[in-house]
């Protein structure tokens, strides 16, 4: 994503978010947990807007996406998406379908990895926030829940028909976006929708670990990972390692590539510099 701003200042404070920025890692919270951290459109649109600023700024080096309270996320807030949206005209729904696809692709999109923190539900849009997560970390008590189907939509929302069945594989991502059944933490390990599975309780300690190791990595060979597992998804084997080729050729110009061969002969840890 482009570091050139207009003219929009930086947001000091996000409303339906609390964001805290330490040493190169940022940490969100949805913080509703009345409300088992139901998103408002309020908080799709800040997490859409947060992730593009962070890219932007490139002071941010790994995200961790939490929850506060019992769960995760239990997905869109009843009465304030689904209630809303009964009333909404055709172009109205298409605007907000559109931003919570938008919230995923700038997940996918940003150059840093994201790491959800997964306690207790991870249901609908909850789901999703997880699934295009870089990193899945979760404790016993995760659940997770497609549940578009239940709601008596498509089950291929916010990209969940493109990601899972590259996460899971077609056949577990059939049965679990097509039937809405809760799947627990030890099947969600079992099928590859969960990439550490903790001790209880131990999920935002976890993951907050990792967030820092990548934080202290080579950030830019981080970043360029994530753009070409996202980009070839979708290529032949041909395109795809053209561009491993000019991906790489790049990288081997760079401050980091020549540090690490600096470190090796001085037989000293990489000090890397994201460059």
């Known amino acids: 994503m482009s570091p ?121 849009a909850g789901a999703v926030l997880a699934l295009a997560s870089d990193f899945r970390v979760a404790d016993p008590s995760a659940r997770f829940a497609f549940l578009f189907t239940r709601v008596g939509l498509s089950g291929g929302d916010m990209g969940a028909a493109y990601l899972l069945p590259r996460v899971v594989g077609l056949g577990h991502a059939t049965r679990l976006l097509m039937l809405g059944d809760p799947v627990r933490a030890q099947e969600a390990e079992r099928i590859g929708l969960i990439s550490e599975l903790t001790e209880e309780g131990k999920a935002d300690e976890a993951a907050q670990a990792l967030a820092h190791r990548l934080s202290e990595g080579p950030a830019l060979a981080y970043a360029q990972t994530k753009a070409l597992l996202t980009a070839e998804l979708d290529m032949p084997l041909g395109p795809a390692v053209e561009l491993d080729a000019s991906t790489q050729a790049l990288l081997m110009t760079g401050e980091d590539y020549a540090e690490f061969h600096k470190a090796f002969t001085q037989k000293r840890p990489p000090k890397w510099k994201g460059r």
Not at 59 to 86: H, M, N, Y
């Open 4 to 124: 050139f701003t207009g003219s929009a200042a930086r947001t000091d404070r996000w409303r339906h978010l609390r964001v805290d920025l330490s040493d190169g890692v940022a940490t969100v919270t949805l913080e509703r947990p009345e409300k088992l951290n139901a998103l408002t459109f309020g908080a799709y649109a800040d997490l859409r807007d947060l992730l593009a600023e962070l890219s932007r700024e490139r002071a941010v080096r790994a995200l961790v996406l939490a929850g506060e309270g019992r769960g995760f996320c239990s997905g869109g807030d009843v009465d304030e998406i689904i209630g809303a949206t009964l009333s909404m005209d055709t172009a109205q729904l298409l605007d907000f379908n559109r931003m919570t696809g938008q919230v995923v692709r700038a997940i996918r999109e940003c150059p840093f990895p994201v790491i959800a923190a997964i306690h207790g539900v991870a249901a609908g």
